[in-house]
Nanobody, 127 residues
Framework: QKRLVESGGGLVQPGSSLKLSCTTSGFFLGDYAIGWFRQTPEKGRERISCITTSDGRTYYANSVKGRFTVSSDKAKDTVYLQMNSLKPEDTAVYSC????????????????????WGQGTRVAVSS
């Protein structure tokens, strides 16, 4: 059974950092691209980052570029999202998703092109 489990969310103050983890099981991480998405009622679902774990290429939305860093540890079957300089507008439910089609990372395809999803972890940024 292919699973993704996010962890690391929480409530933090503006300017703080959080590191989210996406732990995978049931498939070989190196065969998949992993996207990080966030969702709010106002903006819907937005892809904020993606990594092709086979070669480590990374992609970021403009809204998080320079503040967020995605990385992977294939030995631990885990993908991370380091989030720095958090802002109130970063408040959302964050989810990771796996795509067998690595090119989906480069072209920021719609969310329903991803094959497997985690349940999400909530991040709240507030003073």
């Amino acid at each position: 059974q292919k699973r993704l489990v996010e962890s690391g969310g929480g409530l933090v103050q503006p300017g703080s950092s959080l590191k989210l983890s996406c732990t995978t099981s049931g498939f070989f991480l190196g065969d998949y691209a992993i996207g990080w998405f966030r969702q709010t009622p106002e903006k819907g679902r937005e892809r904020i980052s993606c990594i092709t774990t086979s070669d480590g290429r990374t992609y970021y939305a403009n809204s998080v570029k320079g503040r967020f860093t995605v990385s992977s540890d294939k030995a631990k079957d885990t993908v991370y999202l380091q989030m720095n300089s958090l802002k109130p507008e970063d408040t959302a439910v964050y989810s990771c998703a796996a795509s067998k089609t690595e090119i989906n990372c480069a072209y920021n395809v719609p969310w329903d092109n991803y094959d497997y999803w985690g349940q999400g972890t909530r991040v709240a940024v507030s003073s």
